[in-house]
């Protein structure tokens, strides 16, 4: 029985511990894989994230003078801890408005049973799901890394262009890897190439040298690899070089990783191209970089300024749309439609100014223009990398 | 906090309870009653979501389907597949005793994950399937809530009644002996092979049922659910410490530890935002801990079984009498 007490007693602190956190002005959640499958990459996403939230409060706060405050929540990469910790944050911490989570299947699960129903908007920095588009979501969801198919499909045209007729294709089996190869497969074949092979494979695994054998079997000499460089992808490509299967290689964003110049070296890389996001001619990026930097951390990370971008237009829209959560979505599609002032990363008291002067602002973000379309995606800007020397070398857009 | 708020977190606090006491009920049926160690539940919760999502979803150009069939028929159709996909791995494996059994179901439940991950032109592959009708779905945030748990609850009930009767009826009390004392059971004539496989086959489908409701509260249902961790182990922990062998115990379990795994994020919300970060790993420190104090302090659980026949009617009555005469 005593345990029991206990027990009850322990549960009641916890709920009266969270009675205690709603203090702050305005709040917004930030959910993030902190444990769990992208246990690895969450902490920097976090970290540029709050970054913005800190360029929000040194330079004025919001909404007259408030302060933002991030809550952050962890979807630990699965539906079910994504729905309950989203269920916290809009429910019990009452935020405006949701960045992240970061896995698709979190995004799709929260967004239906949570924040759609709720009425609250939400803006994920790496939910990369062809599906998100398609979400009946009364404009309320949002993405500040383009879906796969933009990815998959413009890397397909531009190999067709530059010749590559018959291609394998290696793809990690998740949703990254398979949405971009599906894309890519759909584009590169509808468009008269070929694919001579085609097969997923599972992370973390020894050898792959089965694997490329049986893709090398349909006599393609180019391999495109979907996965990620310092992971999988990495072994993929030494013993696909070893072994001598393929003698070009092509990666998407997720190879362009700068382990795989240290581990493999340049010289060995000739053949070797990447596919990855490139800023338009602003310098969106560098300001990003700088400011990233300067609190310590790296902004080569994987989607670190994705998850920058989020948080920004999040405080955007809620300045613009004045603090009420009904009228963010609307206020997110408004703040980048590429129309209006150029606001770039960190220019916080400005797009204060111009929003309350009336004027229109356009968000120019880190990771690209982000011009919203209907359904809250963005198009992608990408680029062909190329190894020079020791580091990657923009080779050509991609169209 | 906001009181409408704070009623919409219970009440989907309500709603994971109830779905996962079906997957703890389920496994009640085969560990507490039968002594089968199944850890593959994450591959029957995965078959019941898939089928029911597939029968009910609308048509799409990545996954199998498009029958729109009402969500009824995929939820019977979930706990049909579920316990065909049973049959089969049943079959094969509880000859298997004990541990060699539970190596046996994490691998099947590997290879279901991987099967749904994998075979996209059937489940939709990593993209999952979308759309999924969810009944009282167009109502308002906290009525569709509302009315989803009515459903979730009423369903717990009819299931956790259906499975009392079964347990308390002779079918139980022989599950009871089998699992107690196997070759005194087989001395008395029983088939244990074919009685193990019922109950293995009567566990998954209450398991499937409970991936179905997740998958329609969700209206999607992504590979990325199917995580040993949260939907085998964790399972596991809330029988154990509710008691295993007692379905009371189990619901008590399941509420017991989705609570505390789910109220702990606001302890850990009160540190600062550095640490923060790091303390959401101690809550799966947390759970961890606590199966392990409970396995040193109360093995039984918290509910434990009640012991000997204390469940059948003849020994009730005499219990009466026996209190009367006192």
């Known amino acids: 029985m005593l345990k029991k007490i206990a027990l009850a007693a322990g549960l009641f602190s916890a709920t009266a511990l969270a009675s205690n956190a709603v203090q702050a002005d305005v709040k917004v959640g930030l959910l993030g894989g902190i444990s769990g499958p992208i246990a690895a990459m969450a902490p920097p996403m976090l970290d540029s994230a709050k970054l913005a939230i ?69 803006i994920t920095p790496s939910g990369t799901s062809p599906e998100i588009t398609g979400l009946e979501d009364k404009g309320q969801v949002f993405r500040t890394v383009p879906s796969d198919d933009f990815q998959g499909r413009s890397l397909a045209r531009t190999l067709l262009n530059l010749g590559t007729k018959k291609v394998a294709v290696a793809y990690l089996n998740n949703d990254y890897g398979s949405g971009l190869a599906n894309a890519f497969k759909v584009e590169f074949e509808a468009n008269g190439g070929e694919i001579s092979g085609y097969s997923a494979h599972e992370e973390g695994k020894a050898s792959y040298r089965s694997n490329l054998a049986e893709l090398s079997r349909g006599g393609a000499d180019t391999l495109v690899i979907f996965d990620y460089g310092d992971g999988t992808g990495l072994t993929i490509l030494r013993q696909a070089l070893e072994n001598g299967f393929f003698t070009n ?36 990026l560098e300001l990003f970089n700088e400011a990233y930097k300067a609190v310590g951390g790296n902004p080569d990370a994987i989607f670190v300024s994705n998850s920058y971008d989020a948080a920004f237009l999040m405080a955007l829209a809620l300045e613009k749309a004045g603090g009420d959560a009904a009228k963010v979505s609307e206020a997110m599609a408004a703040v980048s439609d590429g129309q209006g002032e150029a606001v770039l990363p960190g220019e916080w008291k400005k797009a204060v100014e111009l929003i309350a002067a009336g004027k229109d602002i356009d968000y120019k973000g880190a990771s690209g223009d982000l011009n919203f379309d209907n359904a809250g995606d963005v198009p992608g800007s990408y680029g062909l990398f190329k190894v020079e020397g020791d580091a990657f070398a923009l080779q050509q857009a991609l169209n | 906090m906001e009181l409408i708020g704070l009623l919409n977190y219970a009440v989907f606090m309500a709603i994971f309870i109830g779905i996962y006491s079906l997957l703890a009920l389920g496994l009640n049926i085969q560990w507490g009653f039968s002594g089968l160690f199944n850890a593959g539940i994450a591959g029957f919760f995965a078959v019941g979501a898939y089928s029911s999502a597939l029968l009910t979803a609308p048509e799409s150009a990545v996954h199998l389907g498009g029958y729109q069939l009402p969500v009824v028929v995929g939820w019977i159709g979930a706990m049909v597949a579920a316990g065909a996909i049973a049959w089969p791995i049943g079959k094969v494996c509880l000859r298997f005793r004990s541990d060699y059994l539970a190596i046996a179901t994490i691998g099947v439940a590997e290879i279901i994950r991987l099967v749904v991950k994998s075979e996209g032109w059937m489940t939709g592959g990593a993209r999952g399937v979308n759309k999924i009708p969810r009944p009282f779905g167009d109502l308002s945030y906290l009525y569709s809530q509302l009315a989803y748990l009515a459903l979730v609850f009423a369903i717990v009930l009819v ?100 609570i505390i795994w789910s109220a702990s994020e606001f302890v850990t919300d009160q540190l600062p935002t550095e640490y923060a970060i790091k303390a959401k790993y101690m809550r799966v420190f947390i759970i961890g801990l606590l199966l392990q104090l409970v396995l040193r302090f109360r093995p039984e659980g918290i509910l434990p079984e009640p012991q000997g026949t204390a469940g059948s009617p003849e020994v009730k009555t005499f219990q009466k009498q026996e209190s009367a005469a006192k």
């Not at chain 1, 801890?81 to 970061?102: F, R, W, Y």
């Open chain 1, 54 to 122: 800190q360029q929000v409060n040194e330079q004025g706060g919001i909404l007259g003078g408030q302060k933002l405050e991030a809550v952050v929540g962890d979807s630990a990469c699965n539906p079910q801890n994504g729905v309950d910790s989203a269920t916290k944050l809009v429910n019990i911490e009452q935020v405006a408005g949701l960045i992240g989570p970061h896995c698709s299947g979190s995004v799709l699960a929260v967004a239906n049973s949570v924040t759609v129903p709720a009425g609250i908007t939400l």
């Open chain 1, 249 to 284: 290689f092509v990666g998407g964003d997720g190879m362009k990783s700068d382990a795989i110049i240290r581990e493999l070296g340049a010289e060995n890389l000739t053949t070797f191209i990447a596919s990855s996001p490139v800023g338009e001619k602003s310098n969106s």
């Open chain 2, 159 to 258: 299931v956790y009644w259906a499975i009392e009767r079964q347990i308390s009826a002779p079918w139980g009390r022989m599950m009871r002996g089998i699992r107690d004392n196997e070759d005194a059971a087989t001395a008395m004539g029983k088939d244990i092979k074919a009685r193990r496989l019922e109950a293995f086959i009567f566990g998954a489908a209450v398991m499937g049922l409970g991936g179905a409701l997740f998958a329609h509260f969700n209206r999607s249902i992504t590979p990325e659910a199917i995580d040993p961790m949260i939907a085998t182990f964790l399972i596991w922990i809330m029988l154990i410490l509710g008691g295993s062998g007692n379905n009371r115990g189990a619901l008590l379990g399941v509420a017991v530890v989705w």
